[in-house]
């Protein structure tokens, strides 16, 4: 009876902590969060006062003015970010917090030469009421001549 007991109580435990780690709920928000970077257009302000992004040489900007600042000293001009779709996931923590991971086709400019690159870009949001904004952001380039990215066809569910 003990060991029934004992299995019982582990079995709940298991079970609630797990439910304390859903990120996968909040479908509404999950959906927003989506169109909202698949939408965004370069000049598109989707950030909050607070902002943190991490350039290409891993110069840290603490705005937005900061940021584009950088791009200008650095003479990079973006042209185009799109997320590939189907490579997208994302976690929301308690509805107001929501951790994206995507992979887009970038488009820029480096001091006057076009380059296309695909990029892995991890960002992080917070909801307020006025609405979803990001509070930080950094991106990596993906070297598809060591990795390919693969694609099957199917959007992710992640």
């Known amino acids: 009876m003990k060991k029934?007991?004992?299995i019982t109580i582990a079995l709940i435990a298991c079970c609630?902590?797990?439910a304390?780690?859903?990120?996968t709920?909040?479908?509404e928000e999950r959906q927003a969060l989506r169109q909202l970077i698949h939408e965004a257009k370069p000049g598109t302000r989707l950030d909050c006062k607070d902002f943190i992004a991490v350039g290409p040489k891993g110069d840290i900007s603490f705005s937005f003015d900061e940021w584009k600042a950088a791009q200008i000293k650095q003479k990079v001009v973006f042209k185009s970010?799109?997320?590939v779709?189907?490579?997208e996931f994302i976690r929301i923590y308690d509805g107001t917090m929501a951790v994206i991971n995507f992979l887009?086709?970038?488009h820029l400019a480096v001091d006057g030469r076009d380059?296309?690159?695909k990029v892995r870009r991890l960002e992080v949001y917070h909801k307020s009421t006025a609405g979803w904004c990001r509070v930080a952001g950094q991106g990596t380039i993906v070297d598809e001549q060591l990795f390919p990215v693969e694609s099957n066809g199917t959007a992710a569910r992640h």
């Open 4 to 6: 029934l007991l004992t």
């Open 20 to 23: 304390q780690t859903d990120t």
């Open 16 to 18: 609630h902590l797990y």
């Open 104 to 106: 887009a086709n970038v």
């Open 85 to 87: 779709p189907g490579h």
């Open 115 to 117: 380059v296309h690159i």
């Open 81 to 83: 970010v799109a997320p």
């Open 25 to 27: 709920s909040f479908p």
